[in-house]
């Protein structure tokens, strides 16, 4: 039998499928880039493998490929409108949702349609698609979480009816503590937070983080359950895909030092959750890196810049400032910890020479400790886990900072308290509250309270406002 022949009785999705079974992931790459996928479920394979990797870069050409060839497959067509999503593109994941409707007859993706026009600020558009579409699916988690962030920006006159239909879908839902039923207490907790009934919202989400709590305890073993009381109840990519992000910087903004320029790491180090590590990692910079430098980025961010040419900075600059604007905290604002690489936080001058820079710090332990505890955070059910753990790794950072400061010589500036005070009193005309805003992390603020909500929340929760 020639090769050839051979080579058309390989059916590349099952060698693909069984590489991954068998965990040789590198492998099914290879093969896929050398034989192709011609089936649904040859792609979904690797789809599937890409999400988990985090590769968008390979997932969305993949996806794209993969729609064109079966373009009324939903699961396909998904992950596409997904990785548009994460990759900053919400005006390119409206219109892919949308075709996708619109050509196939297949209304799977109306949910991620909406969520797509909300993050594109279409907030008409998106309003329209939900009227549309949710009284024939009114159990639906995404389409209320994109309701109440919509109502929470928006509130309408008819807010409130909203909120009686959402709370009567709780209580008819088929399964009394499900994730889903999770997710659409947060989406009450937020309509009632957008109507002022601040105890109300303070009991939606306690609801929420109670259930999911009670959902993945019940799932695990002991082993687990005793881990899973230092780890988050909610997926850091599903918070971090329901966080807003809204600024109004005119000049990049990076805030550099420890340890509120490193919320996730910090958070890391009390909960042992290794996932929280990558909630602040900008996805754009890990691509365009890899794409510029190669491999080699893997070494640091900061020595991975260092080797890029004039023209390769002046891309990724405008990358940021003019692409990415809703994975950053504005329309032209970058705002980053890069917490490990702040050594090479003059190549990111070099970068961006309007940039405002800081070095922002906490009043030490507590401040940490009370992120824990804010109840708008997912985590709300439990306060931080390890004081000790804290404290260590606040320590450990102030060996570093002098040579932080160093570095940034007067552009460094110092601010005592988290990010969102560092810019709002650093950055003209910026302003976080009331906005839904988050700076780097997305886990600590969903989004973020006013100041009346987060003094009264305080008190619910019995600490000093």
Not at 221 to 244: F, M, P, T, Y
């Amino acid at each position: 039998m020639t090769k050839a022949a051979t080579m058309q009785q390989i059916n590349p999705a099952k060698i693909i499928t069984s590489l991954i079974a068998r965990e040789r992931e590198d492998e099914a790459l290879q093969m896929f880039d050398a034989l192709g996928i011609d089936t649904p479920e040859g792609y979904m394979s690797v789809l599937n493998l890409l999400g988990e990797r985090g590769d968008d870069l390979r997932l969305l050409k993949l996806a794209r490929r993969g729609a064109a060839q079966f373009p009324a497959h939903a699961e396909i067509h998904e992950h596409c409108v997904k990785a548009l999503l994460r990759e900053g593109d919400a005006r390119g994941a409206a219109e892919a949702a949308e075709a996708f409707m619109h050509s196939s007859g297949n209304q799977g993706l109306w949910a991620l349609w909406a969520e797509s026009l909300l993050r594109a600020h279409e907030f008409e558009w998106a309003g329209t698609v939900l009227n549309q579409y949710m009284p024939q699916n009114p159990f639906n988690p995404g389409a209320w979480i994109v309701t109440a962030r919509l109502l929470w920006l928006h509130p309408i006159p008819e807010t409130r009816n909203v909120l009686s239909g959402l709370i009567q879908e709780i209580r008819e839902s088929p399964i009394e503590y499900g994730i889903d039923q999770g997710h659409m207490c947060f989406a009450a907790g937020l309509i009632h937070e957008a109507l002022g009934d601040l105890d109300a919202a303070w009991d939606a989400f306690k609801k929420g983080n109670e259930i999911h709590h009670a959902v993945e305890m019940a799932e695990g073993d002991e082993e687990g359950r005793l881990a899973q009381n230092v780890q988050d109840h909610i997926s850091a990519q599903w918070i971090k895909e329901n966080s807003l992000e809204i600024g109004r910087s005119p000049r990049p903004v990076f805030i550099l030092g420890s340890p509120a320029s490193g919320l996730a790491e910090l958070y890391t180090a009390a909960t042992a959750d290794q996932s929280m590590g990558r909630v602040g990692e900008p996805r754009m910079f890990e691509r365009d890196l890899h794409r510029l430098c190669g491999p080699s980025h893997e070494e640091g961010y900061g020595e991975a810049l260092s080797r890029l040419t004039r023209n390769d900075m002046s891309s990724l600059r405008q990358r940021y400032l003019e692409v990415n604007r809703d994975r950053i905290a504005g329309a032209t604002s970058f705002v980053d910890g890069l917490g490990t690489n702040i050594r090479h936080a003059g190549v990111l001058k070099a970068m961006f020479p309007d940039a405002v820079f800081l070095r922002a710090t906490t009043a030490r332990p507590q401040e940490a400790v009370d992120l824990f505890r804010m109840p708008l955070d997912p985590r709300a059910h439990r306060s931080a886990s390890d004081l000790e753990a804290i404290q260590g790794y606040l320590a450990a950072h102030d060996a570093l900072s002098a040579h932080w400061s160093n570095v940034m010589g007067g552009d460094f500036a110092v601010v005592e308290g988290p990010k969102r005070k560092a810019v709002e009193a650093h950055v003209s005309g910026w302003r976080a509250a009331g906005q839904g805003g988050t700076l780097s992390s997305a886990a600590f603020d969903w989004p973020a309270p006013r100041g009346s909500v987060r003094k009264r929340y305080l008190e619910l929760a019995g600490l000093n406002a």
